[in-house]
């Protein structure tokens, strides 16, 4: 209690000596080392993560069939329901921009702003913590299904030196091997990758970067919402809701795979910070069919900024220290990357939001990693051993890439597989 009163009356004394009583400063940051994963789901609607979406004959979708994984996530750490986008437009660019730079980018305001635009204005999360942290090429990595994600994710010109592993749509930024690149499913979605082959390229490309930051989109929910209206336009057939519901429960699997894998990976077991997110939400209106779309909003009339549905977002986080609990505060997309920054222990100047205290207190309390002792709490299956793929023959296995020493190299792209026929 004697210790109490003292302690009381030091930070009384320290905050008054400063000036202001009302935040107590952030504890020191942790010295383990530990890791963030951001994973952002594109487009998640209000009324599936809460809880009541209906299928296309009407009939209630429950949370627990869409998102089996963040709900078991859900029992292990900060459950943020009150999480506002930061931009006007209610659309995806806008939204990632803030995102990774911890603050509104007045000049990014649709999907398409002007070409000298399209970049990062503003140092990215991932820019200061390759930086700060003095990592290598692969010590902080984008791997994303939409291809704009690579061109936002640093303020230009990216000098070799300061690249790191970015790998969105169909191409990467490694150097050019005599290996086509490996890809499952053609590009179904204008510019996107699937979902899929943004798990393998991660699957394939973690293990052997170990990024200390990495930041994963998953896009296949937000393309399907769209293709119902775009069927629905050129055919006047009813797609329907049964494809972006599909869609979603395939991205919160593989939510619960990254995490699998994260597990059974000594260097991120226990040490490692997942935070889920999406970048928006989509219209709630009572024409059934405005759940296709998002931004300006039709459903409710208002055309000078995004409605209600579009722009509240939910956002989880677990890791070493975090609490099981529901979230207290109300927070912005631009408070996600000043918190990353405060978890890896660097400092984001340029961000405007504020690093959210209930994740970030309590993680940077939280004891080093000790000896693990427990098996790895899978939450899907656990990781099969790798079986080298087979090698034709004359053609020679390409030598590994990417250690935190090599690839100083110019950003470049791979062959963009053409586009199926129609099916
Ligand atoms: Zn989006
Ligand atoms: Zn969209």
Known sequence: MRIFVF?????????????????????????????????????????EWGGRAVDDAGRPVRGSELFPVLQ??????????NVNISNPAGVSL????????????EKILSNHPPVEDYRSHYPTLMQEARRQLGLGFDGVSLIASWGPLCTIAFVPPLLPEADFFRSCSFKNNLPPSPEPPLFFKPEVYANSRTDIDTFSELLREVPKRHPRLLVV?????DEEAHLHARVQRKTGQHYGIFHYHQALRQDDYLV??????????????????????????????EDPAQWAS?????????RQKPCSGCSGVFALAVGPGIPTRTARGTYLHTDLAPTIAKLLGIEFPSATGKPIREIVEPALRAPPRGPVTTPAPFLTLAPQPQVPPATPPGVHPAPPVGSPASPSVPAHSVAVPSAPPAR
């Not at 989109?217 to 929910?221: C, K, N, Q, S, T």
């Not at 991120?268 to 939400?281: A, W």
């Not at 998002?294 to 208002?302: M, V």
């Open 294 to 302: 998002h931004g300006r909003c039709i459903a409710e009339r208002i």
């Open 256 to 285: 619960g795979r990254i995490w699998d894998a994260l597990q059974a990976d000594p260097f991120y077991r226990d040490n490692t910070y997942l935070i889920v997110t999406t970048d928006h939400g989509r219209d709630t209106a």
């Open 72 to 81: 078991q996530l859900r029992k292990r750490g900060l459950w943020m329901p």
């Open 94 to 105: 806008p939204a990632y921009a803030d995102i990774f730079a911890g603050r509104r980018q």
């Open 217 to 221: 989109h998953l896009g296949d929910a």
């Open 7 to 47: 302690v009381l009356a030091a930070w009384l004394g320290l905050s008054m000596a400063c000036g202001r009583a009302a935040e107590p400063p952030l504890p020191a940051p942790s010295p383990a080392g530990r890791n963030v994963v951001l994973i952002l789901i594109d487009g998640v609607r209000q009324q």
